[in-house]
């Protein structure tokens, strides 16, 4: 093993898919103990070429050689036997399992008894060798996503991978969780092992790799690129193949009337414990409205709250002066008061894309109608207007530019970034008067990225009223008429002219020092 | 879409090629000749006009609870109660000839319209109860339906032995000619060759059945939900459907698709109630929605093919080998789909690692 063979060399690599050939005669080169950041924009076979990789799909022609020697996998669990190891966007962890059953899952040890305080004991220590702190015995369904990514990282560790795969790992972490993740690459890296990392943010690639190849359309536009000779902008460039302009031009504007109002709102998380403690707030029309905070502190639970798909304990939501969920309302079906909000004009982009915005089996045509269904034009008394729905679909396809080769494609076949187009598509569509938007660019490419949010402030100068949920600090300070900063279910202040800093410190439970209302709404409804 | 579709497709008639080549292995082995057995077997269910008829006499209540079945399933709701509902029909149809609510000399064209109501009702009802129990309770619908097969059966043995039973035998009286669903041969006088046919307007109700559920899947927006609840319950509660409402409706619809077989068997075929009128129908049906992929027009040809299964058990001995056939099938389609949907590797235990 001399240190002069690259950990991983891939040649030539074709792989297509029914009406996509995902990735194009790539080569793709990873240095031993670099970090290479994997770029491209949505749907550019970042991720199939990982899947070729680790021998989750066989690519059609080329060859793969580890650490020298021609090596072809069958499946991810002979990729590991090699050293090869990857996490996936979605985690595969068994939820009601411990971390450590789940880490030795699938393992031949224990061959009998299972003496799982030893291993415990071990898998504590890897953690903290790696700066992956984390409570060996606790179940996997009691840890926050970030919680569950370091398990996900242990699991591989602990199977002996040199070579790492991480695919969009920090599209799920709050800033902090980013920082530590850093550490341990970091870490790992001094210690020789290889890391291939994807990522969509072109700050994080700056700051955490050595060098990067940037994919676009299945080709290779760029490799053996190095940070210390590059900016964003250049880079930008080559994953979308124009310029990118980072500065959104936001018009001024004066809010209308409150078309949100959230009252002393109080609801439980699903372990039941409280989640929002009397929360307050309310969003104008043509009004952006950010809310900040780390993942966790109740964000998930007053969006799920606002669109009727969890009851609150108390307080109310008034949309347009209609009181939505409160007290008359609690004896209704859910399902009906979760329609109620659907027709009052409510859109909600949802957090979690795969396992609540989309139907993984079904068409991208009945994905983008399962709002719109109920109605002409797509309805037609009890009979869905096949063709209608086609037709829109189709030119939906084409406006968000989802990548697919028609819209009978199952959803589950879309990368992650066009399954969120697909979503954003639904919702914006639907011309909502109020939109809850959860993290909505997550996953999308910087391209994209730039579109959605001119076409969040599209949809604020048509007159909407938006509350918009991310961890990007930029993002909600770029767009965001006023902040709102929760911690603990509770909300920490509010702010207009919002600096990082001062944000930051509230994220962390220090109350606004100047209580002033920034907006006279919340008087009205105090 | 398209490909999977085809591998589906395919994957069904590789179950039936792997059941009829297995079929074959073991008839070898006890010492039958494999080819000839499967030329009779198909000289027997598809040989002449007559035993084609009666082929799709056969096929015809498996269309329907193949349908009932197929459903129920496409909401994820494992319906394993289609037998129970089929005798539930079948009573329901035979309560409006024996009770009698309506007399025998009343027009077949109000009474046959009236015992599928009443089949279809019943059949419906017996749907349900575990529809409510799953949605209200969540209550397990597969252990639910499953009891309620019993039930059934038992409910219809009490009318068969006491209430209805003709002279102490364990059978009702025969219908009067206005409650029997018209057979082909009904018209060989001015068409000699039907004479003798036994196929009858049952095959006709599950024709447009199948159609009708087609629709109602593929086109219709009630379909919509069910696919989409099928697929994935949480995005269909975003996306406001009301799951209980359409668990309980679904169900009834599964029932009464049930109910209608039982009674086109006992008003096509049977004239009476009595206690075998199933060969295990409802359970056919099973096997038979899954092999069509939950495909309702697909179906009818399946329905065919395991119709043409039944009807050569008459006529070869041993008799099990069509039966045999069908739990091959079953098991070499469960096998495929497995085998789809999970990697099996067998690995050696990796000492070296
Ligand atoms: N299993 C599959 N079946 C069919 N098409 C697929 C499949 N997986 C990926 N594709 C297609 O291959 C192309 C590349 O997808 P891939 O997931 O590699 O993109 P990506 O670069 O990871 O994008 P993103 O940043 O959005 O995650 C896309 O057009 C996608 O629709
Ligand atoms: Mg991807």
Redesign the pocket.
Known sequence: MESSVNAVEMKSITKR??G?L?NDAIDFTLRKGEIHALL?E???????LMNCLTGLYNAEHGAILINGDVMLFRSPRDAIAHGIGMVHQHFMLVPSQSVTENVLLGLDEPRFRLNLSHYDVKIAAMGKQYGLEIDPQAKIWQLSVGEQQRVEIIKILYRGATILILDEPTAVLAPQEIEELFKTLRVMAAEGKSIIFIS?KLDEVMTIADRITVLRKGKVTASDVLVSGTNKAELARLMVGRDVLFELEKEQQTPGEIVLAIENLSAQNDKGLAALRGISLHVRAGEIVGLAGVAGNGQSELAEVITGLRRPTAGNVVVHGQSMVGERAAKVAPARVVRRIIDAGVAHIPEDRTHVGTAPNLSITDNLIMKAYREAPIAQGWAINHQKATETAESLRVSYEI??PTVETPAR??????LQRLILAREISSEPKLMIAMQPTR?L?VGAIESVQRMLLAQRKAGAAILLVSEELNELIALSDRIYVIYEGEIMGEMKEAKTEELGLMMTGSRQVDSEKIDQGQRDNN | MDQSKWLGLAVSTGAVVVALILGGVILFLVGGNPVRTYIFMAKASFGSLGVLSDTLTKATPLILTGLACAIAFRMRLWNIGAEGQFFLGAFGASAVVLTPLLGADTSPWIMLPAMMLAGALAGALWGFIPGYLKARFDVNEIISSLMMNYIAIAWNNFFIFAVWSEGGFQMSPQFPRSAWLPRLTNYSQSAPILQGLTTHMGLIIGLVAAVIIWWIVFRSRWGYEIRLIGDNPRAARYAGINIARNTILVMMLSGALAGLAGMSEISGVVHRLQGSISPGYGFTGIIIAWLAKLNPLIIIPVSILFGALILAGREIQPSGIPTLLQGIILVSLIASDFLLRYKIRFTKRTQEA
């Open positions: 898919f029914p996509v995902a491209g949505n749907g550019a076979g970042k991720s199939t969509h990548l697919a076949m879309l990368s992650g970034g066009n996953g490419d």
